[in-house]
């Protein structure tokens, strides 16, 4: 069969990867993808944004594509999903509806009070009925939210009413265009933050392997909030108690609720979750897809194959199948461009992937996110600019094996964490 992914980071890298390792996978494109998807085997990327949907639907007809996965939030958002259902094509992802999940945060608080998921009290305003007195009465820090896709940035926590203020006034204002006109205010919740990934069908659900990313920029989570520094799986910290727990409190309704409103969800489902101190998992966001940087490492330990899973979903019938994981545990480091997460310099070449790749055979893997190739060298194209995965006995082996991975790659003012996994090998530690 023919596989369309759609998108151009180390996400995608690691779905076409892991479709392409189907045997009955004869051909991957990507729609537009990067060097690590131009050089994958039995990969071919495609000069098609990500976002332009007509061509996407264009390029999945002329090529026959019988089975496409979408990688990022923009599409799904757009209607990525529907388009391709109007022309008759298995496209797996949530409709235009589903994807309001991640697309519009205020009709989610208001969909979760609906089904009663435990998430954080908040209010939404837009510009007209924001009510500035009520804001003198919240306990802070309070978090302040642009309703809309605002690429990661649109979450302010203020720690004084001032920084409160001038976010909601930003926002208003258009700093983050039309997902600022409506602003959520939230109460701050203390706790430890999970992520928690399945798969839908409209009723079925299929829950990922465990894993956890590391969305601060700097060791010890200081720094700014990125897109994620590194991420591992499994994730110690769900237990199978609080895994149970998560299903019937956050999974179960949510995917029961969308379907019983008329607007079913199939994709992939992204819970980020704060678990407070009684155990309760409380719905921070969703997300309509996989995690990136989490998908590296969760589908370096998938044995099954992906486009069996993404079919049986299509057709609503999850039910049909399982998925088989690595026992072993995998871990991924993200090497940045100096600058990240604001711009990040380009096109630095990347030295020692050979050598990278030799070494990781059957440990782990390289995956690309923002790079291009330029005749033979791969050069840097983005903040995130690589991934490297190790996989281990242990969360800290696994560490071991990244970590070494990531010592033989450079290119000038490459950037990363020291410490991804601490929290999991922490963990590992008090349980030995
Ligand atoms: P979100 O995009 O809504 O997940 O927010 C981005 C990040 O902000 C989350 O990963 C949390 O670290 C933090 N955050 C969001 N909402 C809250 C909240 N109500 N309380 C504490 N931290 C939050
Ligand atoms: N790693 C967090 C995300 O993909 O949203």
């Known amino acids: 069969m023919k596989v369309l992914i759609i998108g151009s980071g180390g996400r995608e890298h690691a779905l076409a990867w892991k479709c392409a390792a189907a045997e009955h996978v004869r051909e991957v494109l990507i729609a537009p993808g990067n060097a690590g998807t131009a050089l994958e085997p039995k990969c071919r990327n495609t000069a098609v944004d990500s976002g332009d949907i007509p061509a996407l639907v264009e390029l999945a007809r002329r090529e026959r594509v019988e089975l496409t996965i979408v990688g990022p939030e923009g599409p799904l958002v757009a209607g990525v999903v529907d388009a391709f259902q109007a022309a008759g094509l298995p ?23 609906r089904h009663r998921i435990p998430t954080a009290r908040s209010r939404t305003f837009t510009r007209q009925d924001y009510d500035p007195t009520w804001l003198e009465h919240q306990s802070l820090p309070v978090v302040i939210k642009a309703s809309g896709l605002a690429a ?54 299929l829950p990922l392997a465990t894993s956890q990313d590391h969305k601060r920029r700097d060791d010890g989570d200081r720094g700014p909030n990125t897109g994620g520094m590194g991420a ?34 199939t994709g992939f489902l992204y819970a980020g979750l704060m678990i407070a101190q009684d155990g ?9 897809r996989l995690g990136d940087p989490e998908t590296q490492p969760v589908l370096s330990r998938l044995r099954t194959d992906l486009t069996v899973l993404c079919e049986a979903a299509v057709r609503g019938r999850l039910d049909t199948v399982s998925a088989d994981w690595d026992p072993r545990a995998a871990l991924g480091v993200v090497l940045a461009a100096g600058g990240y997460p604001d711009a990040a310099r380009k096109s630095d070449r990347i030295e020692g992937l050979e050598r990278a790749a030799a070494l990781a055979d059957g440990h782990g893997k390289i995956f690309h996110a923002g790079t291009r190739l330029e005749g033979d060298a791969v050069l840097t194209d983005g903040g995130r600019v690589l991934c490297a995965v190790g996989l281990g006995e242990s969360v800290l082996a696994a ?21 991804i996994g601490y929290r999991a090998i922490e963990r590992e530690r008090q349980t030995l």
Not at 91 to 113: N, V
């Open 280 to 288: 309760t998992p409380n719905v921070l966001e969703f997300n309509c």
């Open 399 to 419: 560490q071991r094996t990244a970590y070494g991975l990531v010592e033989v790659i450079y290119w000038p003012d490459m950037r990363y964490r020291r410490d």
């Open 232 to 265: 591992y799986s499994p994730a110690p910290r769900v237990t199978p108690e609080l895994h149970a727990r998560i299903m019937r409190e956050v999974i179960e309704p949510a995917i029961a609720g969308l379907a019983a409103e008329g607007t079913p969800y």
């Open 91 to 113: 496209c797996f992802g949530p409709t235009r509806q589903a994807a309001r999940l991640e697309g519009s945060k205020a009709y989610t608080k208001d969909f979760l009070a």
């Open 152 to 205: 990661g940035k649109g979450v302010i926590i203020a720690e004084t009413r001032d920084e409160a203020r001038t976010a909601i006034g930003g926002m208003f204002a258009g700093r983050f265009g039309t997902a600022g006109e409506q602003v959520i205010v939230e109460e701050f919740l203390r706790g430890e933050e999970v992520s928690f990934i399945v798969m839908a069908d409209g009723s079925h659900v």
